[in-house]
């Protein structure tokens, strides 16, 4: 949070919930690496049950796959 390069209040406002939403995702990638799968699929039928959602693990990781081994996928998340 050294430099904000958004203008005005409205900016300044979305640059601290951006920096925010940072910080979680990458302790959520932390403990996923750290705990590995398991802590993800807890996480994963969490948020399914707080969403009212069915959850189905197998097709999520089958998601996450195509997207992982997605080259262009990868290239994007990198820019």
Not at 49 to 66: E, F, H, K, Y
Request: proline share 3%; charged share 20%; glycine share 8%.
């Amino acid at each position: 949070m050294d430099r904000c390069h958004l203008k005005g209040e409205q900016g300044d406002r979305l640059h601290a919930v951006l920096c925010a939403a940072g910080y979680n995702i990458r302790w959520l990638l932390r403990m996923i690496t750290k705990k590995g799968v398991p802590f993800l699929q807890r996480l994963y039928l969490r948020l399914c049950q707080s969403a009212a959602l069915s959850p189905n693990w197998r097709q999520m990781l089958r998601g996450l796959v195509c997207i992982a081994s997605s080259g262009s996928a990868l290239r994007e998340l990198a820019a």
